[in-house]
Every structure is written in C-alpha cells, then in structure tokens.
C-alpha cells in the first residue's frame, strides 16, 4: 500500500467549522502531499467552497444525508442516520474505495462508526486513540494513549495499548526503539491504584515492547519516554491540558513584552520565534488522534479544527498508511499468539 497514492475520506460535514475550513484543508492536502481526498457531504455546499478557491479541483464528492450533532448519543445518532457523513466516510474504507478518514465531528461518533463498520483488528480487545505531545527535546515527540477511547480500562488493554504505541512509534515517529512508560503517581513499581499495579506487571512481562517503568506526571514532556499508556479518562484530561499551556504561554510572552514603539518593535522581531513556539506547543500542529486499534485507519481531529489542523490531520493518515500501520499491528499480534502456542 506504501507504494501507492493514499486516498483519504473526509467527513466534510464534521467540526466547529465544517464545511468551509474542512473543504480548504483538504483542498491544500490535495495539492501539497500527493493524496487522494474524497470529500464527504452535502455536495452544492462542498462546490460552492471548492469553487471559491479554485477553478479546477478535480476532487471526488461523495454525497451523505446530516451529521452526528455533538449533542446526540453516539449509537443511536449513527442508527437514526444512516447516510450521516461519518457513517458515509467509514463505509467507503470498508468497501476500499478509501484507505483512511479523516473527522473533525462528533469523536464518539466517529469511534463507534469505526468500531461498527470496520470492526476491531484480531486480538485487540478495545481501540485507544493516540495523541503526539512535544516534550522538552526539539524533534523528539511522545506519544500517549489512551486520550479518551476508553473511559474504564483494564490491565490487558494498556498492555495492548503498549503494544500498538510501540508499532506506530517505530515506523512513523522513526523511534528505533521505543521506551514505554505507564502513567503513574510513582516511579516504585508498587504504587498506584490496582489498575496500575496489575498492568505494570503485564507489562514488565511484555517481550515484544521496551518498558522502562512508571512515569509520573512531571515525566510526560521530559522526552525520557518515547509512548506512555493509560486510561482514557486520565489521558483525556491529560490531552485538555495540554492543549490549554499553549495559549496560556503565548498570552503570557505577549503580556510580558514591553509595550507602546519598542514593544512592537520587540514583537516584530521575536516573531518567528512565537511562531516555532505556537508550532511545538499547540495541539492543532499534529492534525488529531490516531484511533488504534480498529481495521482501518481513523484520524480524531479536534472540533474546533480549521484548514491547518485538517491539512495536519490528512498528512498523519497519509503517513500510517504510507507506513502500513495496520498490518504491522496485526504481523506483531499474529507472531505474540504464535509464541504464546508455542510456550503451551
């Protein structure tokens, strides 16, 4: 699949800003990083935006009937409609007319129509959405999970969660040999609540990832872990907070710098390096979650995500597709059941 042009499915109708800032972010991924984008929506709204900006697009619309309002529970909004765009995205990777989707929309939504229409891959108990943070070392990223799959967890899914950070860790974020951390209150292998304890030894016991131990929360941006699991609950509010330095920050340095003729001449030179600042620190750089797990690749993009987000989130598919995520995943659970009947 590496060797061909990826072909991304976007819920056009998904997100704060659908569908205009959808439609211009697939637009420029288009354009910028040789894929293929079909475009899922209401179809004369979707040319109205393709054509205020372009006078040949040539991209695929494929047309769907409504979307999943955030306010609606998940299964039965997706059971109520059918042709919901999201619905519509997912079918065209089950039927490979697609090799991944892309969605702003409702996240519930999205991982239950992922969880229905394309299923789980073998031996995956649940999926886990994955989120790249920064950490203190330029160029050297880390990679959490879960951040909001799974609110309830048990040992075997962090173990599997482990498992799956690690796969996509090496052959996407280039990290030779991932080290594993689980997200802990304590370095000790004894610490924590039962969850933590019972998994740290499931993955101690691990010979197919390279766990280092406990990371405690001061540990997460250090760049001394290369993928750190934990429950969704955690790692969502975990991801919140996350996304909320970065403002905080870039308000703080603004705040700080000397106002009236020096402060804008102060501004206008530190100006690219506010710039590389917002790029490392804000969520919207890396385009959204990869949803792990499921038989086709699914990018979780935040609501509020306009065309840049959307533009990052098409190259993140494009890149575990490239890289053959999916089926690395499934060679590494095929040959620990391979060893496990051996051991019998």
Same mark, same amino acid.
């Given at each position: 699949?590496?060797?061909?042009?990826?072909?991304?499915?976007?819920?056009?109708?998904? &997100?704060?800003?659908?569908?205009?800032?959808?439609?211009?972010?697939?637009?420029?991924?288009?354009?910028?990083?040789?894929?293929?984008?079909?475009?899922?929506?209401?179809?004369?709204?979707?040319?109205?935006?393709?054509? #205020? $900006?372009?006078?040949?697009?040539?991209?695929?619309?494929?047309?769907?009937?409504?979307?999943?309002?955030?306010?609606?529970?998940?299964?039965?909004g997706l059971k109520r409609k059918p042709k919901a765009?999201?619905?519509?995205?997912?079918?065209?990777?089950?039927?490979?007319?697609?090799?991944?989707?892309?969605?702003?929309?409702?996240?519930?939504?999205?991982?239950?129509?992922?969880?229905?229409?394309?299923?789980?891959?073998?031996?995956?108990?649940?999926?886990?959405?994955?989120?790249? /943070?920064?950490?203190?070392?330029? &160029?050297?990223?880390?990679?959490?999970?879960?951040?909001?799959?799974?609110?309830?967890?048990?040992?075997? /899914?962090?173990? #599997?969660?482990?498992?799956?950070?690690?796969?996509?860790?090496?052959?996407?974020?280039?990290?030779?040999?991932?080290?594993?951390?689980?997200?802990?209150?304590?370095?000790?292998?004894?610490?924590?609540?039962?969850?933590?304890?019972?998994?740290?030894?499931?993955?101690?016991?691990?010979?197919?990832?390279?766990?280092?131990?406990?990371?405690?929360?001061?540990?997460?941006?250090?760049?001394?872990?290369?993928?750190?699991?934990?429950?969704?609950?955690?790692?969502?509010?975990?991801?919140? /907070?996350?996304?909320?330095?970065?403002?905080?920050?870039?308000?703080?340095?603004?705040?700080?710098?000397?106002?009236?003729?020096?402060?804008?001449?102060?501004?206008?030179?530190?100006?690219?390096?506010?710039?590389?600042?917002?790029?490392?620190?804000?969520?919207?750089?890396?385009?959204?979650?990869?949803?792990?797990?499921?038989?086709?690749?699914?990018?979780?993009?935040?609501?509020?995500?306009?065309?840049?987000?959307? /533009?990052?989130?098409?190259?993140?598919?494009?890149?575990?597709?490239? $890289?053959?995520?999916?089926?690395?995943?499934?060679? #590494?659970?095929?040959?620990?059941?391979?060893?496990?009947?051996? &051991?019998?």
């Amino acid at each position: 699949m590496g060797s061909t042009r990826a072909r991304i499915a976007i819920d056009a109708m998904g &997100g704060d800003f659908a569908p205009s800032e959808i439609v211009v972010g697939a637009l420029r991924a288009k354009e910028e990083l040789d894929v293929e984008v079909l475009l899922v929506g209401d179809v004369p709204q979707i040319e109205a935006i393709l054509n #205020q $900006h372009t006078s040949s697009h040539n991209i695929e619309i494929v047309p769907s009937e409504g979307t999943i309002e955030m306010h609606e529970e998940p299964l039965s909004g997706l059971k109520r409609k059918p042709k919901a765009s999201i619905n519509v995205a997912m079918d065209l990777v089950k039927q490979k007319r697609a090799d991944a989707v892309v969605s702003a929309g409702h996240s519930g939504a999205a991982m239950a129509a992922a969880l229905l229409r394309l299923g789980r891959l073998p031996g995956i108990d649940r999926p886990a959405i994955g989120a790249v /943070f920064p950490t203190m070392i330029a &160029g050297k990223p880390v990679l959490i999970l879960d951040v909001g799959a799974n609110v309830d967890s048990r040992p075997k /899914f962090l173990d #599997q969660f482990a498992v799956m950070g690690s796969v996509y860790s090496r052959y996407v974020l280039d990290v030779e040999n991932p080290k594993v951390g689980l997200l802990n209150i304590g370095e000790e292998e004894c610490k924590g609540n039962d969850l933590a304890i019972r998994a740290h030894q499931l993955l101690k016991e691990n010979p197919s990832i390279n766990f280092v131990g406990n990371a405690e929360g001061r540990d997460v941006l250090s760049g001394n872990f290369d993928v750190i699991v934990c429950d969704g609950f955690v790692g969502n509010v975990l991801l919140k /907070f996350a996304e909320a330095v970065g403002e905080v920050m870039l308000n703080i340095v603004k705040e700080e710098l000397p106002q009236g003729l020096n402060g804008m001449l102060g501004t206008a030179i530190l100006k690219p390096n506010l710039k590389r600042i917002k790029q490392r620190m804000d969520h919207a750089e890396h385009g959204g979650g990869l949803l792990l797990g499921v038989a086709g690749i699914c990018i979780i993009s935040h609501g509020s995500s306009q065309a840049p987000s959307i /533009f990052n989130a098409i190259r993140l598919a494009k890149e575990a597709v490239d $890289h053959q995520v999916l089926e690395r995943i499934s060679s #590494q659970y095929q040959k620990t059941a391979a060893q496990a009947a051996d &051991g019998e």
